[in-house]
């Protein structure tokens, strides 16, 4: 039986069961907010025999069922907060939120250790998400080509940065999409890159918080590479040819898309870096510029890959559930 670990709403996990279904496979999908609830728990058990995991619900399964886990990615598990709602106008609410929180934290590492030790793992439990810098940093070491980058709280800082490497750009350190903002209503704000502009630079103050700046690089093509045990499957992206999205061609999606064949040095390089980082999926991004290079921006560990799999034809979900089937089969 293969196990999915993965969230509501998450078209690509439905994608890759329809596979599984097509291929005769047994599985059982558990979203983060399932193990919240009262019907569908995780009992997780040790003796001196065999560590157990037991899933209830109408699919149940026990660890000894499990032959494969995909771990596309969880929602957070918060703690439900409607059993607790007698108490929620006391002092100490919060803190037993907390509290229950961190109980909740410790279980869920529990079943992702048992899962981890005793079954093949398709993503990293402990890696949903990376530190970008240190990505760079560890890319810089198995040879790949990464970008000038300065993190400071100091515009005098920048202004030397932009001496030394030209044009710069921003973007966030974190890998979070965005920020939500309550107005009268919530409302979402997508971080995206952007350029220092000179106007730009004459605004921002002389400290502000820590804050991210790369040269910006003179893309010819941006690449997006998904990671598959060992394989690179790479997607150009005709960025260049819109305005609109010459600096992050996340702003709009009407760019021609097409398969890419990276040179060999560069997906030894990636498949080095995965490895190091113990991931066997992932997205990968990298920009061609026009001298040549192959600069190394960041890796997303459970990032959305439809937009590689469709336009290039790799049918990745199917990939995916073969991947779990082979070792259904083993």
Request: hydrophobic share 40%; charged share 25%; proline share 4%.
């Amino acid at each position: 039986m293969v196990l999915i670990i993965s969230k509501d709403m998450e078209p690509s996990t439905d994608k890759v069961i329809d596979w599984l279904y097509y291929l005769g496979i047994p599985f059982r999908r558990i979203n983060g907010v399932d193990l919240l609830s009262p019907d569908l728990p995780a009992s997780l058990t040790i003796s001196q025999e065999k560590l157990d995991v037991h899933f209830m619900g109408d699919v149940k399964a026990d660890l000894s069922e499990i032959t494969a886990v995909w771990y596309r990615r969880d929602a957070t598990w918060h703690v439900l907060e409607a059993p607790i709602a007698a108490i929620r106008n006391e002092a100490y609410y919060n803190d037993i939120v907390l509290h229950l929180n961190n109980e909740t934290s410790i279980a869920k590492k529990a079943l992702y250790s048992f899962l981890n030790i005793e079954k093949k793992v398709l993503g990293n439990f402990g890696k949903s998400t990376l530190n970008k810098i240190e990505i760079l940093a560890l890319a810089k070491g198995v040879g790949l080509d990464v970008p000038a980058t300065l993190i400071t709280r100091s515009k005098a800082d920048v202004r030397n940065f932009i001496d030394s490497h030209g044009p710069v750009i921003t973007k966030a350190l974190w890998e979070s999409p965005g920020i939500l903002i309550q107005k009268e209503q919530l409302e979402s704000y997508t971080s995206y890159t952007e350029e220092i502009t000179p106007e730009i630079m004459e605004a921002i103050p002389e400290t502000f918080y820590y804050s991210l700046f790369q040269e910006k690089l003179e893309k010819e093509l941006d690449l997006r590479i998904f990671y598959l045990d060992g394989t690179c499957y790479a997607m150009a992206i005709f960025s260049q040819l819109n305005n609109q999205t010459k600096v992050d061609f996340r702003k709009y999606a009407n760019n021609r898309n097409v398969p890419y064949h990276l040179p060999e040095t560069v997906t030894q390089h990636i498949t080095q870096l995965m490895q190091l980082l113990q991931l066997n999926t992932g997205s990968v991004d990298i920009v061609k510029t026009k001298d040549g290079r192959y600069a190394f921006l960041e890796i997303n560990p459970v990032g959305q890959y439809d937009m590689t799999s469709v336009p290039c034809n790799y049918q990745l979900d199917k990939k995916i559930a073969q991947f779990l089937s082979q070792h259904e089969q083993q």
